[in-house]
């Protein structure tokens, strides 16, 4: 019999960041009250679902996104390094798509490969992490229904990487919105199928600055 296992990588809400800038790993960034809010509802919208096993990036806007999922499911969160935010030199800085910086001399020599890319981590790097994560959830997991709580750039890239497709991308076009699930659907050890589902659209709808969130 085939055993069937879902594995839900789940992007965090939104966080209080009211300097705008590309947080990345720094420590301090924690959510928003309306990211608190989110969180909530992604949770309510796997209620009734089978989730035994969570686990969350050890930033503290995953850990926190989390909490929910562990108060409603009743198990605990375990930290998951390898769901960490991509490394990125731009860290700490105010940037952001479109805003110049890429035609900025002084950045030059940091973005001169945009397919690796070379401003931080590796995209396959990121992808090999991400899948090795996942596929521990899995296994934590079988038959059941795991969440991994994420950033938006590893999860985007992992789901690129999932459907064999090229890394490098566009940013401004990553379905991966905040406090989204993408549902990783396993029969036994093989990729049956991904899903995507936005549980806090109508609360992205109320802040302006939502889906464009630094730091992701």
Request: net charge positive; hydrophobic share 40%.
């Amino acid at each position: 019999m085939t055993t069937t296992t879902v594995v839900h990588l789940l992007r965090h809400g939104e966080v209080y960041n009211p300097d705008k800038v590309l947080y990345g790993r720094l420590p301090g960034y924690k959510l928003s009250e309306l990211g608190g809010q989110m969180a909530k509802a992604a949770a309510e919208a796997l209620a009734g679902h089978d989730v035994t096993h969570v686990v969350a990036s050890p930033l503290e806007r995953a850990q926190q996104t989390a909490e929910p999922f562990a108060a409603q499911f009743r198990v605990p969160v375990a930290i998951e390094e390898r769901l960490i935010e991509s490394a990125n030199w731009f860290e700490g800085k105010r940037v952001a798509v479109g805003d110049g910086a890429l035609r900025n001399p002084r950045n030059w020599w940091v973005v001169r490969n945009p397919f690796r890319p070379s401003w931080g981590e590796a995209y396959l790097e990121i992808a090999q992490r991400m899948y090795v994560a996942v596929l521990a959830a899995r296994e934590a997991a079988e038959g059941h229904e795991a969440v991994c709580v994420s950033h938006q750039l590893p999860i985007w890239i992992l789901r690129r990487y999932l459907e064999k497709r090229r890394l490098w991308h566009d940013p401004r076009r990553r379905q991966c919105a905040l406090a989204s699930l993408t549902s990783v659907h396993f029969e036994d050890t093989k990729v049956a199928g991904i899903g995507y589902s936005e549980p806090a659209a109508h609360l992205i709808a109320t802040s302006p600055d939502a889906r464009t969130a630094k730091g992701a």
